[in-house]
């Protein structure tokens, strides 16, 4: 890229995660504070590109940092706070989905969005995302945004059928269907969350209605705000051949592997439940938390 072409707009996001990723880790050689300047920094950015490739290389930066988890290491980590610390799957499953409310809270501010925008639509698969999908949409109402669910498989699930009560109870309206007309979705909400597929779940596995669900999403223009993982994406891999695009991605407990390849607008962690001991344990390099926050901006 030239300099007299300007900035790149869609290398921005990149750029920044980047830098945000240096101050994580300040000691990695050769990448030392003195480097961080306007002109170094972009040298670095670019030496870096030439050296790993243009596709891969911010995946690269993410597995040098060790901020990034595996499928394997991310199961490792739930066992670890169910099994010896003794956290509930509930309790696990509604952190999660209150820090995804905020998260949302954070990219979308209600003070700066008229009243069309505070409707928010959330698609909830069959799986524990879904169940996460759930108690998000409970914490909006409460945090005084306007949600809806799409359940189109609901579980037979114990908790799943609670959350779905709860919902209910706080008169948050289900659809019975998604309309294919996508200029009816944009129209109607503000934004979408994404809580269909968590890591390790193909479309195929979860149905028609939900596989029907993503290739609606996919065509929206409203923003589009992702929990855990870009639905359809391979979370060791990135592949989202099927996948969605989203604006905005929540990272539960920890940033999968896939989420170096996301090039969306804003990237939250929500993994402040995460014993220090279990942070040390797997290697977590992850940012700190401000005040009483429950996500942290990557």
Known sequence: MSSAAGPDPTEAPEERRFLRAL???PQLPDMGRAELSSNATTSLVQRRKQAWGRQSWLEQIWNTLAVCQSTAEAAALERELLEDYRFGRQQLVELCGHA????????????ALSRKQRTVLVVCGPEQNGAVGLVCARHLRVFEYEPTIFYPMRSLDLLHRDLTTQCEKMDIPFLSYLPTEVQLINEAYGLVVDAVLGPGVEPGEVGGPCTRALATLKLLSIPLVSLDIPSGWDAETGSD???LRPDVLVSLAAPKRCAGRFSGRHHFV???FVPDDVRRKFALRLP???GTDCVAAL
């Open 23 to 25: 101050e994580l880790q």
């Open 100 to 111: 995804s409310a905020v998260a949302v809270t954070k990219a979308f501010p209600l003070p």
């Open 241 to 243: 051949a099927d996948g």
């Open 270 to 272: 929500a993994g402040r």
């Open 288 to 290: 700190g938390y401000t």
